[in-house]
Each structure stands twice: as structure tokens, then as C-alpha cells.
């Protein structure tokens, strides 16, 4: 059984459709979510708006190193960080700039990265016990299929590119905090179930699709204090697509 009995859990993105599924799992598992909010508009129907226990923090600029230095140092001892915030870019490589080569980066291998280390800061700060008795902490990142297969990143270079470095950046960083147990996983999904997706490949097979509630239940694991030996893995959660 997956029980975060009350311990606190970074959501970045969380106010996304991954994000809304991911905090749901997290809750049912009693964990005490924190989430920082750069997109206003994703807060207007956000569905844990009401639950005191989902905490949202606005303005918070993931890609600056202050700000999620700022966001984490004003934490409650932290059990796990989950880093879903990033964004999507498809352009043939004639029709990108560097202005948009960067700003993936900046989005999905610079947030992870500052988010990251400002976790792995504020699990030492916290001390070496975790919720059970568990040592360390646990971190999730979100890297995507053209990761581990990139010829799949023709057309998005630029994105592929950011989401092979957050897979790297995954496997480096859980080999370097392996002897202070703090186990640093990823999930690769493909593509995602999602209203944004549909209305974008509306003639695409959806039932092929992977849905955020199952994305969901495998980060939580991943999070948990229930995964003790797992770390250092991009798991591919491709679904029948």
C-alpha cells in the first residue's frame, strides 16, 4: 500500500491535466501537496482549489533559480519532489530559432534541474528520516518517449532534446545521491489522454493513449516511501500507442 501518512510532496505542473490526476493519487494516499503556479488560468477550474491540504503558491518562475529557491526553502520538511512542469514545442529544425531551442530547455531541462537540487537541499535540511522510517526523500521527473528512442524526436528536435537531457540529468543524479537514499526516477510517457491532445489529433486512435490517472499511480509509487529499491529508472509508460 502506498501511504504518504501526512508527509509533504512538491507538485510542479500540478495545475495541469497530468498534475490535476497526480495530486488526486497523491491525496487518496494522504500526502500534503505543494504546488507552485506560473499559469493563472489553469486555477480557475482547478479541481483541489478547496481542499486545505493542496497548497498553491502563484508566480513562481520555475526556470529562475532564485524563485524555486525561494519556494522550497519556505517548505515544511520535505518528503518527495514530482516535476511534471514543461511545455511542448514541434517545429522542423529549419523553422527553429535558438530563442526556441532554449525556451525548451528552459522549461523542461532547467526547471527539472534548479527543482531538483532545491529538493535535494531541502531533503538534507530536513535530516536522514522520512515518513516510516524511511531514509532520504524521493524525486519523480516526467521525460517522454523520443527520450529513449529518439528518432521519434524528427519534427521536435528542440523538445526531444530538452527531455533526453532530463532523462540523463534522472539516471546522473540518482547514482549521485545513492549512498543518502534519495531514489531519483522518471517516467517516459507517449502521448498523453488529454482534452489539449484530443482537440490537437482529434482522428487519432485515443484508446491508445495512456491516461494521466494511470501515469499517476506509478509516480506516486515512485515517490512513496513503499519504493524502497527503485531508483535511477526512466520507465517507459507507453500505453498501446
Not at 528542440?158 to 549521485?176: M, N, P, R
Request: charged share 15%; proline share 6%.
Amino acid at each position: 500500500m502506498v501511504d504518504f501518512a501526512g508527509s509533504h510532496v512538491v507538485v510542479t505542473g500540478g495545475t495541469g491535466a497530468l498534475g490535476r490526476a497526480v495530486i488526486g493519487t497523491l491525496r487518496a494516499a494522504n500526502a500534503i501537496c505543494h504546488v507552485p503556479n506560473m499559469i493563472a488560468a489553469e486555477l480557475e477550474d482547478f479541481p483541489h482549489a478547496s481542499d486545505p491540504d493542496v497548497l498553491v503558491v502563484r508566480d513562481v518562475d520555475l526556470a529562475d533559480e532564485a524563485a524555486v529557491k525561494r519556494f522550497y526553502q519556505a517548505l515544511p520538511p520535505l518528503w518527495a519532489s514530482v516535476h511534471l512542469a514543461g511545455g511542448f514545442a514541434m517545429s522542423p529544425i529549419g523553422d527553429t530559432s535558438s530563442d526556441d531551442f532554449i525556451a525548451q530547455f528552459r522549461m523542461n531541462t532547467l526547471s527539472c534541474f534548479l527543482c531538483s537540487a532545491a529538493a535535494i537541499a531541502a531533503f538534507r535540511a530536513r535530516g536522514s528520516r522520512g515518513p516510516g522510517g524511511a531514509a532520504g526523500g524521493r524525486i519523480v521527473n516526467v521525460a517522454a518517449r523520443p527520450a529513449l528512442e529518439p528518432r521519434l524526436g524528427a519534427g521536435m528536435v528542440a523538445y526531444a532534446t530538452s527531455k533526453s537531457a532530463v532523462a540523463a540529468l534522472t539516471q546522473a543524479l540518482a547514482q549521485e545521491t545513492t549512498e543518502e537514499e534519495i531514489w531519483v526516477n522518471a517516467v517516459a510517457p507517449s502521448i498523453l489522454d488529454t482534452p489539449a491532445n484530443r482537440a490537437a489529433m482529434p482522428d487519432a486512435d485515443h484508446r491508445r493513449w495512456v491516461l494521466p490517472s494511470d501515469i499517476a499511480e506509478i509516480i506516486a509509487f515512485l515517490a512513496s516511501p513503499a519504493n524502497r529499491v527503485t531508483r535511477g529508472a526512466v520507465i517507459p509508460v507507453y500505453g498501446g500507442s
